[in-house]
């Protein structure tokens, strides 16, 4: 992953969406000269550890916009993420709509928070989207899973 990038989803908050309240996950680095992003806290917030639980142990937040990191225009990345969404839906994977956004609000990037799957499983999900990596939410808080 170019390091730019890599950067960039440092400073990336994602937002779950679980009907009745959203999960808000932290960035893992704050943001340039005089902000923060969602705190430092790697603990997920707002959401509780009990809104938390309905992800079980663990969510893959994947998407299907800007594949390889390349930008695409606006309409492209909604069919992509309708097709993904439709194929999430066909193969019986529970799953959460999700924003991955730069903490001053630069852009956003929807998605999936899959659960109840493993690692390689959400790999092949990525892989397939052209995705150079993921995000996963533990309860210790947000990793990236990158592309080697």
Not at 31 to 58: H, I, K, Q, V
Not at 81 to 100: C, I, K, L, N, T
């Amino acid at each position: 992953m170019p390091p730019a990038l890599e950067a960039a989803w440092a400073r990336t908050r994602v937002r779950i969406d679980l009907g009745d309240r959203v999960l808000v996950v932290p960035a893992l680095a704050e943001t340039p000269p005089g902000g923060r992003c969602g705190g430092m806290s790697p603990r997920p917030r707002n959401g509780t550890l009990d809104a938390y639980g309905r992800l079980s142990e663990r969510a893959w937040v994947v998407t299907a916009w800007n594949p390889f990191g390349r930008l695409l225009p606006a309409a492209d990345n909604e069919a992509r993420h309708e097709a993904f969404a439709a194929a999430v839906r066909a193969s019986g994977v529970r799953a959460y709509p999700a924003v991955g956004e730069a903490c001053d609000g630069g852009w956003r990037e929807e998605g999936l928070a899959l659960v109840g799957i493993e690692t390689p499983t959400a790999w092949r999900w990525a892989w397939e989207l052209h995705q150079l990596g993921f995000f996963e939410v533990t309860r210790a808080g947000l990793g990236i899973h990158r592309a080697r």
